[in-house]
């Protein structure tokens, strides 16, 4: 069993600026590949972002290439979300996800989830 909590979510404007931080616990955090999701009011979760085990393989939504970073630290069970130049259309719960099969880009192939942090942009 791996649990997992978000946090870094709040209120920025437009063009701003937010780190996020998923921090597990209970099985090693390197056995797992590792997901950024989001969940707007009325739509479908939907990928953002992947980390392999090793920091190799990153992997990213188009939309958020060149924007939103993805990164992990193993040693501290650890995974981060920076993400910049912010839409207010990217205003979501953000859900950080483990994965054993290390398959990122569906939400199916996760095995655990944290409960959310909310990030609102406002224009």
């Known amino acids: 069993q791996v649990q997992l909590i978000e946090s870094g979510g709040g209120l920025v404007q437009a063009g701003g600026s937010l780190r996020l931080s998923c921090e597990a616990s209970?099985?090693?955090?390197?056995?797992?590949?590792l997901g950024w999701f989001r969940q707007a009011p009325g739509k479908e979760r939907e990928f953002v972002a992947g980390?392999?085990?090793?920091?190799?393989?990153?992997y990213y939504e188009d939309s958020v290439k060149g924007r939103f970073t993805i990164s992990r630290d193993n040693a501290k069970n650890a995974m981060y979300l920076q993400m910049n130049s912010l839409k207010p259309e990217e205003t979501a719960v953000y859900y950080c996800?483990?994965?054993?099969?290390?398959?990122?880009?569906?939400?199916?192939?996760?095995?655990?989830w944290g409960q959310g942090t909310q990030v609102t942009v406002s224009s």
């Open positions: 209970g099985r090693p955090f390197s056995d797992y590949a």
């Open positions: 980390i392999s085990w090793n920091h190799v393989g990153k």
């Open positions: 996800a483990a994965s054993s099969s290390g398959s990122y880009y569906q939400s199916w192939s996760y095995d655990y």
